[in-house]
């Protein structure tokens, strides 16, 4: 079992950036396929990107050139970075962990208005 723990979010300017993080306790992390999904409100939970184990990454077509994914399993840790950031990218962004489960975390909200 593992425990996921969001940050980073906030308030930006369009075209701005920010890093998400999403550090993890409770087990092996290396173990885990990693992967940041968001909700817009009125709207369903959808995957933005994704990281195995091996590193090997996957996007959304809205985010591919824009925010990259990353991991570092010595710190436990999960990043995605958001650049060229526009007003639909508003949501709350969840981190997720998969291993025959799926782990959640408790979501960090990113707003993105001038």
């Known amino acids: 079992q593992v425990q996921l723990v969001e940050s980073g979010g906030g308030l930006v300017q369009p075209g701005g950036s920010l890093r998400l993080s999403c550090a993890a306790s409770?087990?092996?992390?290396?173990?885990?396929?990693m992967g940041w999904y968001r909700q817009a409100p009125g709207k369903e939970r959808e995957l933005v990107a994704s990281i195995t184990n091996f590193g090997v990454t996957n996007y959304a077509d809205f985010v591919k050139g824009r925010f990259t994914i990353s991991r570092d399993n010595a710190k436990k840790t999960v990043y995605l970075q958001m650049n060229s950031l526009n007003p639909e990218d508003t949501a709350v962004y969840y981190c997720?962990?998969?291993?025959?489960?799926?782990?959640w975390g408790q979501g960090t909200q990113v707003t993105v208005s001038s």
């Open positions: 997720n962990a998969y291993y025959m489960e799926n782990y």
């Open positions: 409770g087990s092996i992390f290396s173990i885990y396929a």
